[in-house]
């Protein structure tokens, strides 16, 4: 069955893609499925029942798979799954409960960041709370005026895990691993060409060479940028969406919900990329 593409920005940013039953996908519908994903940014492939095992399996024909730093929020049996979740049991949350409220791209505090993160809804707030944000920034690069973007080639920011990462502690060990990592601001993807501005408000602590008044002062300059309403996607999750964003062109944020009176529960998967150029 062929599948249904429905851009949901005027430029073609995040689509919509019907008809997809990624347990049974051939290597035709995953070419199509790919080639959506770099036209688009992120995709949300909607109405699927995935196992573990068919998530994994599905996941790593993009590439193989990164196991988070937050080890005892993995899936047991299963690593390769980091569960975002508010679900309880004996009264501890069986993995994180907000991942990333503010914008981000995931794992940009590595050497070699995620490529694509595949985030699958398996129990969605039923109060329409809890969607999460999507930044088109290769759009936002390219709306920048000439002179701004001449005088931002060339810069690196610091990226850092423990920059402003509001929930967890990492343990001395895992701050060992995480000594934070210098990246482009501006990044070419890899299988595009295209530039993209690299940026997290979570994780990025400074640019580089500037002072730190000046440095404080772009970032906020181009969050605000980044974020306006033309270069955002808000996405409305419903069970059975399996949402896939390339971490190499896109930002993302998680909206509040209310962990009180609704669940929302979702397993991710993590492909691994290459260092930013
Ligand atoms: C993530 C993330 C956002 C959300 O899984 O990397 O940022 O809305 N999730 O849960
Ligand atoms: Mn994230």
């Given at each position: 069955m062929s599948l249904e593409v429905r851009p949901?920005?005027?430029?073609?940013?995040f689509a919509e893609i019907y008809g997809a039953d990624l347990t049974q996908c051939d290597d035709g519908q995953f070419d199509e499925i790919r080639q959506a994903h770099l036209r688009h940014g992120v995709i949300v492939i909607r109405d699927q029942a995935l196992s573990p095992d068919q998530q994994i399996a599905f996941s790593q024909r993009f590439g193989p798979l990164s196991i988070h730093?937050?080890?005892?929020?993995?899936?047991v049996g299963y690593p390769e799954i980091l569960l975002v979740t508010n679900k309880k049991e004996n009264g501890r949350y069986?993995?994180?409960?907000?991942?990333?409220?503010?914008w981000h791209t995931d794992q940009?505090?590595?050497?070699?960041?995620?490529l694509g993160s595949l985030l699958y809804a398996l129990e969605v707030p039923g109060d329409g709370s809890g969607d999460t944000h999507f930044a088109d920034m290769t759009a936002a690069y390219e709306a920048l005026p000439q002179g701004e973007r001449e005088r931002l080639d060339g810069l690196q920011a610091e990226h850092r895990y423990?920059?402003?990462?509001?929930?967890f502690e990492l343990s001395d060990n895992q701050v060992d691993r995480l000594p934070g990592v210098l990246h482009p601001l501006i990044r070419t993807?890899?299988?595009?060409g295209r530039k993209a501005l690299y940026l997290g408000v979570q994780l990025v602590k400074r640019i580089v060479g500037l002072s730190p008044d000046d440095s404080t002062e772009t970032l906020e300059r181009l969050y605000a940028h980044c974020t306006q309403p033309t270069f955002v996607h808000r996405h409305k999750w419903r069970k059975g969406d399996l949402v896939f964003w390339d971490n190499r062109c896109t930002m993302h944020a998680a909206q509040p919900y209310d962990d009180q009176r609704v669940t929302r529960h979702m397993h991710r998967t993590t492909v691994v990329g290459e260092r930013p150029f």
């Amino acid at each position: 069955m062929s599948l249904e593409v429905r851009p949901q920005m005027e430029n073609g940013f995040f689509a919509e893609i019907y008809g997809a039953d990624l347990t049974q996908c051939d290597d035709g519908q995953f070419d199509e499925i790919r080639q959506a994903h770099l036209r688009h940014g992120v995709i949300v492939i909607r109405d699927q029942a995935l196992s573990p095992d068919q998530q994994i399996a599905f996941s790593q024909r993009f590439g193989p798979l990164s196991i988070h730093v937050l080890e005892e929020q993995l899936l047991v049996g299963y690593p390769e799954i980091l569960l975002v979740t508010n679900k309880k049991e004996n009264g501890r949350y069986l993995g994180i409960p907000d991942l990333g409220r503010q914008w981000h791209t995931d794992q940009s505090y590595q050497e070699t960041p995620a490529l694509g993160s595949l985030l699958y809804a398996l129990e969605v707030p039923g109060d329409g709370s809890g969607d999460t944000h999507f930044a088109d920034m290769t759009a936002a690069y390219e709306a920048l005026p000439q002179g701004e973007r001449e005088r931002l080639d060339g810069l690196q920011a610091e990226h850092r895990y423990d920059h402003k990462h509001e929930n967890f502690e990492l343990s001395d060990n895992q701050v060992d691993r995480l000594p934070g990592v210098l990246h482009p601001l501006i990044r070419t993807h890899p299988e595009t060409g295209r530039k993209a501005l690299y940026l997290g408000v979570q994780l990025v602590k400074r640019i580089v060479g500037l002072s730190p008044d000046d440095s404080t002062e772009t970032l906020e300059r181009l969050y605000a940028h980044c974020t306006q309403p033309t270069f955002v996607h808000r996405h409305k999750w419903r069970k059975g969406d399996l949402v896939f964003w390339d971490n190499r062109c896109t930002m993302h944020a998680a909206q509040p919900y209310d962990d009180q009176r609704v669940t929302r529960h979702m397993h991710r998967t993590t492909v691994v990329g290459e260092r930013p150029f």
